[in-house]
Each structure stands twice: as C-alpha cells, then as structure tokens.
C-alpha cells in the first residue's frame, strides 16, 4: 500500500509510521465497512427473491396452474404431514406454505423425501 506523508514533512519516522498506521485502519475499516454493506444488500436481495417466488408459487397453486393430481398431493402431503423439519404450516428447510408447494406439480421436497410429477391434465 502506497501511503504518502508530504503533508508532514518535519515528522520523525516514528510519527510518520503512526499516521501510516492510523490511515491503514481506516483504510482497512472502510472496506470492511462496504463488504458488510454488500453482505446485508445481499440479504436483502435473497429475501425480496423467496419472498416473491413464494408469491408466484402461491398465485400459481390458488388458480390452479401446474398443479398436480390429487392423488399426488395427498402422498406429499401426508410425507410432510410427519415430517420432523415441518414447523407448523410451512416446510422448515425452505420455509414454503406446505399446502401449495405440495399442490404445484414441479415442485420438490429440499430433502429429496419426494420430487416433482407431471402437471395434472385430468382437472
Ligand atoms: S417439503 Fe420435505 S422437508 Fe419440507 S416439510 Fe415436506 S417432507 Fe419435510
């Protein structure tokens, strides 16, 4: 890292090496500061992502658009149904409705206990 001290040209190397210091920490304190910037942006991001993916999902399985027969709901629904990462109505790992991603026929289990099944065309 280049650190220029013209500005003090009467300071004693020690002094200078304090200041270069100084301008080190902020320096290194500034980018830490950005990464974290960058970091909770992302976050952001992730959550505005399920949110609306979740809001299509739910949209899609409410009016009926790809949406499994009934026989493959039920099996889903009774693999969530005892499923130990369920918490309450939502799927604990990826935190969807439970009643619609188990209804949306391209959907799958992100554990792999079932996957997803053609759209149901018999509606
Ligand atoms: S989708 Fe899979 S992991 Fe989630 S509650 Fe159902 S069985 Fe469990």
């Not at 270069?20 to 909770?40: C, F, L, S, W």
């Not at 609306?52 to 658009?65: E, H, R, Y």
Request: with cysteine.
């Amino acid at each position: 890292m280049n650190v220029k001290l013209t500005y003090f040209p009467d300071l004693n190397d020690h002094s200078k090496a304090k200041i270069i210091k100084a301008r080190i920490g902020t320096i290194r304190k500034i980018r830490a500061d950005e990464q974290i910037k960058k970091m909770e942006i992302q976050k952001l991001a992730n959550k505005i992502r399920g949110v609306l993916t979740g809001a299509i999902g739910i949209t899609k399985s409410v009016s009926g658009i790809g949406v499994a027969c009934p026989n493959e709901i039920a099996s889903r629904l009774a693999i969530c149904e005892n499923c130990e990462i369920r918490e309450g109505k939502k799927c604990g790992s990826c935190g969807c409705y439970i009643e619609h991603k188990t209804r949306l026929a391209n959907e799958e289990c992100p554990k792999g206990y079932w996957g997803p099944v053609p759209i149901c065309e018999k509606r």
